[in-house]
């Protein structure tokens, strides 16, 4: 388990008594990887059933970062490692924009490293991964929400799972560094194989986004029947989906490559730590489409089986291990951040995004009491742009709907028109909504 102590309220604390954080492992990769145009970014959003009220969301707000300490962060440059340093407040609400996601300007932000955005009856939240993974957003969006209903309808909304109670300090655990904690024995790392790469023409100023909106008990359904998960089968779904491009666009070289797709993994459930950073690791999972065709049924046992094998504990331990050695590397330790940025950004594009063709990430079935479900229509998942790979596929499940946002950077739709299409021919059915209408 993490370590489990209790803080002050609306205080960071690392041992030291100061008000600030060392990044987590997983989030020192993405400040040197940054460019002009670009940081990783991610989105959670949730649709109520009234237009919300930017006053009291406000005042939600600033009771909701309060209770996470590391959305209170500004990112610092030190001379070996960046750092997140702590803030008062919160970000100014903005407006929704059908542009999401674009690159954020710490400065035009209060120096906060997330954003909130309102539009209608919408509440979204735009994070840099530095502050935390998709599970940790959606946990921050449910308690902002849960503070919102609550201060709105003079309604007490039970606090459990990870709707935290923001009159209760944050412990440590909350803002330990899991991957410290749960690295398991070193092992020897397997040699990266580059996957086959989707390319399209560049359209980097907009981000395109295409939902599909599928009945949840449907497609839970067609995975119970194939022995799988609800991400397996979706995965296959999509390796189909990418094994479609590559047939369609050719080339030699690519030819010879593998369809992959990455599939974020939350460790938290794995390791029963409740830490409020990051702490995913990734399963790169595919088809060999050099050996021959295969069947839909095939294939989705075959990822079945690698996800299995990946996700591992012991397996996942040992490549936390890894990461958190190369952390721990003294000549990491001791070069100045200047040496440090380039190296780091390029391992980045190496190791990054050429492993895979695209990925999905799927956090799983949002679940809320009754006191907020009266208030709360839709839930919407989506990731921000990739610095290699041009399009990203992520997925959310609400009353009784799941919600599939891809998200790219290209002007071709071939992806995620071969993905819902695919569904489609199975007898699954798909309604499309798109953010291309400007």
């Not at 009220?53 to 009771?63: F, I, N, S």
Request: a positive charge; aromatic letters at 10%.
């Amino acid at each position: 388990m993490c370590y489990n102590a209790p803080m002050k309220h609306g205080t960071v604390k690392n041992g030291r008594g100061s008000g600030w954080l060392p990044l987590d492992n997983a989030a020192k990769i993405y400040p040197p990887a940054m460019t002009e145009g670009w940081n990783a970014l991610f989105r959670v959003s949730v649709t109520l059933d009234e237009p919300v009220d930017r006053q009291v969301l406000k005042r939600a707000l600033l009771k909701t970062v309060a209770r996470f300490p590391n959305f209170a962060m500004r990112l610092r440059r030190g001379f070996f490692w960046y750092y997140l340093d702590k803030l008062d407040g919160a970000p100014d609400i903005r407006d929704d924009v059908q542009n999401p996601c674009a690159r954020m300007l710490f400065r035009e932000n209060g120096g906060f490293a997330f954003r909130v955005r309102c539009f209608g009856r919408r509440i979204a939240v735009e994070i840099f991964h530095v502050i935390t993974d998709g599970a940790g957003g959606l946990s921050f969006l449910k308690t902002l929400t849960a503070e919102y209903i609550s201060i709105k309808y003079g309604v007490k909304v039970p606090r459990e799972g990870d709707i935290l109670d923001c009159d209760e300090p944050a412990s440590a655990e909350e803002l330990a560094d899991g991957f410290l904690t749960h690295a398991g024995p070193k092992a020897v790392p397997e040699p990266p194989v580059r996957a086959y790469r989707l390319y399209g023409t560049p359209d980097r100023d907009f981000l395109h986004v295409t939902c599909g909106i599928l009945d949840a008990a449907e497609i839970s359904a067609r995975a119970k029947a194939a022995g799988v998960t609800v991400t397996e089968y979706l995965t296959t779904v999509l390796l189909f989906a990418a094994a479609d491009w590559k047939k369609a666009r050719g080339g030699v070289l690519q030819a010879r490559r593998p369809v992959k797709v990455t599939v974020p993994v939350n460790l938290r459930r794995l390791f029963g730590c409740r830490t409020l950073r990051n702490f995913a690791n990734y399963a790169n999972v595919g088809l060999d489409t050099r050996l021959g065709e295969y069947g839909f049924d095939e294939a989705v046992q075959i990822v079945h089986h690698q996800l299995k094998l990946e996700t591992d504990p012991r397996r996942l331990a040992a490549k936390v291990a890894s990461n958190v050695g190369i952390e721990r590397n003294v000549f990491m330790r001791l070069v100045p951040l200047f040496i440090k940025d380039p190296i780091m950004s390029i391992a980045y594009r190496i190791e990054g995004d050429r492993k895979s063709t695209t990925c999905l990430s799927n956090l799983g079935l949002v679940k809320l009491p009754g006191e907020m479900e009266a208030h709360v229509e839709r839930f919407d998942f989506m990731l921000g742009s990739l610095i290699e790979n041009p399009v990203a596929c992520a997925a959310i499940g609400y009353g009784g709907k799941l919600y599939v946002n891809f998200t790219r950077t290209i002007r071709e739709s071939f992806l995620e028109r071969a993905f819902f299409t695919r569904l489609v021919k199975m007898g699954i059915k798909v309604f499309i909504e798109s953010n291309e209408d400007r």
